[in-house]
C-alpha cells in the first residue's frame, strides 16, 4: 500500500517558512531530532497546524486502544492527512520519534515495539485504530489521541505544548515565546512577515504567519513579555 501522498508544489513553498519549530527540532536549540524523512515530515505537520479549522477528528477509546476518523473537506487537507498519518505509521514501525522533549511522545515511542497500528484511508481522511495488550500502553495510546484532538482544535496555540505521562501531575505553563516580535516570530523564531501583526501590550507584534498571530492573541502572556 502506498504511504505518501505528493503535496502540491504551490503549497508547500507557502508552508516552508514554517518549518521551524513542532514536532521534534527547535528553532534555536537545534536537534531535538526526528529522523527519517524529517524536512517532509515536518512541513506536513506545520501545513496541519495551520489549516487545523479545516480538520473534523472524532476519537472513540475501546478496551485495548483507541479507534479515530480524522478528516477534511478540502483536498489539500486531507492530502496531509493521509501523508501525515502513514508517515508517523512507518515511524512507529521503524521506531523513529518524534517530538521526544514531550514527555507522552517519548513515553509513546519507547514503547513502539507493544502498539499495533492500522490505518484506512476515507474518503476525507483517514481511520485508524491504535492498539495494545499492555494496559499501560493502552493508557499512553488513549492520552496520545487526546493530545492530537486538542492539536487539531487549538492549532499553534498548543504546538510547544508537553503533556504528562498518564496519572501524572499537569505541568504548569511555562514562556515559549522563541523571537522578538520585531525581526523574528514569537511563536517559530522564523523570520516575520510585516504584513501579519496585532497589537499586543501596547506595541505592534510581527508575526510569520497568521495561525501564530492567532496563538499569540490567545494567549499572549506564554510568548511575549509585557
Known amino acids: 500500500m502506498k504511504s505518501g501522498i505528493k503535496i502540491p508544489s504551490t503549497v508547500a513553498a507557502v508552508v516552508f517558512m514554517l518549518a521551524a519549530l513542532s514536532a521534534g527540532v527547535s528553532a534555536q536549540g537545534g536537534g531535538r531530532g526526528m529522523g527519517g524523512n524529517q524536512p517532509q515530515d515536518m512541513r506536513t505537520i ?110 499553534m496555540s498548543v504546538m510547544h505544548k508537553e503533556h504528562p505521562l498518564p496519572g501524572s501531575a499537569t505541568p504548569e505553563r511555562e514562556f515559549l515565546g522563541k523571537g522578538d516580535g520585531v525581526t523574528t516570530c514569537p511563536v517559530t523564531g522564523e523570520p516575520v512577515n510585516k504584513n501579519i501583526s496585532a497589537e499586543i501590550f501596547g506595541r505592534t507584534v510581527y508575526f510569520c504567519c497568521e495561525s501564530c498571530r492567532d496563538a499569540v492573541k490567545k494567549n499572549p502572556e506564554l510568548y511575549l513579555k509585557p
Do not use: C
Not at 68 to 87: F, G, N, R
Not at 124 to 132: A, D, I, L, R
Open 46 to 155: 506545520h501545513a496541519l497546524f495551520d489549516a487545523h479549522k479545516k480538520i473534523t477528528r472524532k476519537v472513540s477509546n475501546i478496551e485495548n486502544g483507541v479507534e479515530t476518523l480524522t478528516e477534511s473537506d478540502d483536498p489539500t487537507v486531507k492530502a496531509y492527512i493521509i501523508e501525515h498519518t502513514w508517515a508517523m505509521k512507518k515511524r512507529l514501525e521503524n521506531n523513529q520519534p518524534i517530538r521526544q522533549w514531550d514527555p507522552l511522545f517519548a513515553e509513546l515511542f519507547k514503547h513502539a515495539g507493544k502498539i499495533r497500528m492500522e490505518v484506512a484511508n476515507t474518503d476525507k481522511g483517514v481511520k485508524v485504530v491504535e492498539t495494545s495488550t499492555d494496559p499501560y500502553v493502552v493508557k499512553l495510546i488513549q492520552a496520545h489521541a487526546a493530545g492530537v484532538s486538542e492539536f487539531v482544535a487549538e492549532g
